[in-house]
């Protein structure tokens, strides 16, 4: 990448999310939210957690984006009989008579991890391990993961009889947590005109890995001031019932808060969100922007909350006010 400096990188980046997002729409029919926060969490180096009902396009916009952006794309499909060396790969014994390892499906640059809670924890473990240390290990030997590497995992939010949700850990190995809504009526008149008329869309792809990676690291550089790093981690530390910080709706309607890692991807995302809307740095207002998807999975409401029928997002508003 040759930019003479930075602040060249940062209005090059800011150049590509508007043809990113012009690429998308071409598939993907509104989701601008959904879009914009897929996208913070692959240029933030994180992985993304999506909520949603089905039918609501989860594989086909992880698909597109995949297209876009020139990556190798695979999607798992977890179930209850899964088992780790399904998705890591698995030692055979080839003609030789030597062990060689075959990859798994993991071994690709976007991940689409669908229905994550069908599947046993030991499987969820083992995907979990990969998004932490972007490697795997199989019979002693450690594997590197393909870089740049992202997962998507999707949940849906009805029928829970038989799953395995994830424990509240391995939900803070995400950065974001962002949920699907079902499109509004004119969306849903397009997305049917679209998809109902045999017309087949050509993506061109904007973006390669390298660039990819290049700007993982430059949105690392984007500095921030005290005061916007401070008003983070205070937002965090709210959400934490009975502490020096503690709003007194966390202390009345949160069994637990978020941990430090909030605190980070808080930061991380407000950089992306302020690189990408061509701004050289976050404020407030960036860190706004991102909230939501940081705080609303690692936020664990009380017995009070839910019989009461208060929302994380209502919690989270008030923690903004």
């Not at 809670?117 to 995907?127: E, I, V």
């Not at 978020?258 to 061509?278: E, T, V």
């Not at 706004?288 to 989270?316: C, G, M, P, T």
């Amino acid at each position: 990448m040759n930019f003479s400096s930075d602040v060249e990188a940062l209005d090059a980046l800011a150049v590509k999310y508007q043809s990113l997002k012009g690429e998308i729409a071409k598939v993907i029919i509104g989701q601008d939210a959904v879009v914009k926060n897929v996208l913070i969490s692959i240029f933030s180096k994180g992985h993304c957690l999506l909520v949603g009902v089905p039918g609501l396009a989860k594989t086909l916009l992880v698909n597109t984006i995949s297209k876009v952006l020139g990556l190798n794309y695979s999607r798992i499909q977890f179930t209850p009989d899964l088992m780790p060396s399904d998705i890591i790969g698995t030692e055979i014994l080839d003609e030789t008579r030597n062990f060689r390892f075959v990859k798994g499906p993991l071994f690709a640059n976007i991940i689409l991890a669908d229905e994550i809670n069908r599947t046993p924890p030991k499987t969820q473990s083992a995907l979990l391990e990969a998004m932490q240390e972007r490697s795997v290990t199989a019979a002693g030997n450690t594997y590197r993961l393909h870089e740049p590497f992202f997962v998507l995992a999707t949940q849906n939010p009805i029928e829970q009889e038989g799953t395995y949700p994830l424990p509240e850990a391995q939900l803070d190995r995400f950065m974001f947590n962002v949920y699907l809504d079902y499109p509004s009526f004119k969306e849903e008149i397009d997305v049917v005109k679209s998809t109902t008329s045999g017309k087949v869309v050509d993506l061109d792809i904007v973006m390669e890995g390298e660039e990819i990676l290049y700007f993982q690291d430059l949105v690392r550089k984007v500095p921030v001031t005290d005061h916007v790093m401070e008003y983070a981690v205070d937002l965090a530390s709210k959400t934490r019932p009975n502490t020096e910080k503690a709003h007194h709706m966390a202390n009345e309607y949160i069994h637990w808060g978020a941990g430090p890692r909030a605190s980070q991807y808080l930061i991380i995302g407000a950089k992306c969100h302020a690189a990408l809307n061509g701004k050289y740095a976050p404020d407030i207002e960036d860190v706004n922007a991102i909230a939501y998807a940081v705080l609303r999975h690692r936020v664990v409401r009380n017995f009070k909350a839910e019989a009461e029928d208060i929302s994380v997002e209502q919690l989270v508003d008030a923690f903004l006010e």
